[in-house]
């Protein structure tokens, strides 16, 4: 089966309690339910880490052949992890950047990303639902 990986970086775990304002009031892990259910045909699999190391790691380890796409929002990240820039760099598959708030009328620092030169796109400002554009995405390019 077609597998797409999501990523989501620090205090992304704890959507649905999180500055509900900004990011919502649900749950990652109730959204994953639904876009598995949207998206029978690919096996989504979810993981999230506060740490830039772990997450380095898991783009370097766990992105096998029958990976058609990965999603990330590095959260923090975004804006300054050259690591998980030169990983995602490293990938043979397309990645797509996601941000649930719209940056550019956030706080100046997170106008930018260093992750956007080195992703196929970025989906921002749909909340959730631009982790199911970008698994629609994913999915029709293949």
Do not use: W
Not at 19 to 39: H, I, K, M, N, S
Not at 65 to 87: F, M, Q
Not at 133 to 142: F, P
């Amino acid at each position: 089966m077609r597998t797409i990986h999501i990523l989501n970086g620090p205090n992304l775990n704890r959507l649905g309690t999180r500055e509900p304002g900004v990011y919502g009031t649900t749950a990652f892990e109730d959204y994953l339910e639904r876009l598995r259910d949207l998206f029978p045909s690919v096996d989504i699999v979810y993981y999230q880490s506060n740490h830039e190391g772990d997450l380095v790691d898991y783009l370097q380890s766990a992105i096998g052949d029958e990976t058609i796409g990965v999603i990330i929002n590095a959260g923090a990240y975004a804006h300054y992890s050259y690591a998980i820039a030169d990983a995602i760099r490293m990938l043979s598959c397309p990645v797509v950047e996601v941000h649930i708030s719209q940056l550019a009328t956030r706080e100046p620092h997170r106008h930018m990303t260093v992750l956007t030169e080195v992703c196929e796109g970025m989906i921002m400002g749909f909340g959730l639902d631009g982790y199911r554009l970008a698994v629609a995405h994913l999915v029709a390019r293949k």
